[in-house]
């Protein structure tokens, strides 16, 4: 299991104290020439459709923000999680940042003051499968048979294979690398349903791990990551879709707007 960078892990000391500068903390991504390249790609990318070209570290800092910066690492942290690149990985991927997307999209529109938290939490909420994986090839190619061969749950299978799910292992993990807990807890409880979800300490909470269980539900239905779209999956039986008050009326445009976001950011993600 790979742990953060030293260098990442640093950048992230220096955020939290409100003593640092943005020099200083552009200073310490320049040691990480990785971090560096991929925190300037997404600063000139269309994720932020900035005006004008950002070319050093502390400029990036300034323009994006701290949360954005936090954020960015995150994300690499998550890509630099494969061990290889190989067709599973390639849908592991790009069920991640489609549901990443679709999750900031919910938000969005519903919950908009967590709307980069959703984000992240969409992107990495998958991340206990990544750690399956490259640390059981064997068995998880097993779970994998099983669900696009026999139709049978992620959960189900892995429970079968390994006796416990990705998702355990994945809120462990980002515990263990010191993440926010609404990761960890969105990660431990995107799968469950309502009667099944602990109250959690805060609100922002509740309505981020919402936000990532209905966008992995239209991952499905998109076929995300998937081997077929599951166009008649009801949605608005999912306690997460009622939790933000979603009329049925609006299920095709959400979607839609799901999809369309995708496609406008594909290549920023998956290029």
């Known amino acids: 299991m790979r742990v953060m960078p030293t260098v990442a892990r640093r950048v992230m000391e220096l955020m939290d104290d409100e003593n640092s500068t943005s020099a200083s903390v552009g200073e310490a991504m ?3 020439q990785s971090l560096a390249a991929h925190i300037l790609k997404v600063a000139n990318s269309a994720l932020f459709g900035l005006s004008r070209e950002i070319t050093n570290m502390t400029m990036a800092v300034s323009v994006l923000g701290r949360n954005n ?11 630099a999680a494969y061990k290889r690149f190989g067709i599973t990985e390639k849908m592991l991927w790009t ?3 489609t549901c990443a997307v679709a ?24 991340v206990g499968k990544v750690i399956l994986n490259n640390e059981c090839p064997e068995q998880f190619a097993e779970v994998m048979m099983q669900t696009y061969n026999d139709d049978a749950s992620f959960i189900e299978a892995e429970q079968r294979v390994f006796g416990f799910t990705h998702t355990e292992v994945g809120a462990l993990v980002t515990e263990k690398w010191n993440y926010p807990s609404v990761i960890s807890h969105s990660i431990r409880y995107h799968h469950c349903q309502e009667e099944a979800l ?15 269980d209905l966008a992995n539900s239209i991952c499905k239905v998109l ?8 166009p008649d999956l009801p949605l608005q039986e999912r306690p997460s879709f009622l939790s933000f008050n979603i009329s049925v009326d609006q299920i095709e445009n959400l979607i839609e707007g799901c999809q369309l976001a995708f496609d406008q950011e594909a290549s920023d ?3």
């Open 223 to 230: 076929g995300a990551g998937y081997r077929v779209p599951k």
């Open 269 to 271: 993600w998956l290029g």
């Open 103 to 126: 999750a900031r999209l919910v938000a969005d529109r519903y919950a908009r003051e967590v709307t980069d938290d959703a984000f992240v939490c969409g992107l990495l909420h998958d």
């Open 69 to 79: 910066i936090r954020n960015a690492i995150m994300l690499l942290t998550a890509r």
């Open 198 to 212: 602990p109250e959690p300490a805060d609100e922002v909470t509740y309505k981020v791990t919402n936000a990532v």
């Open 30 to 32: 320049s040691k990480d």
């Open 95 to 97: 069920h991640s940042v």
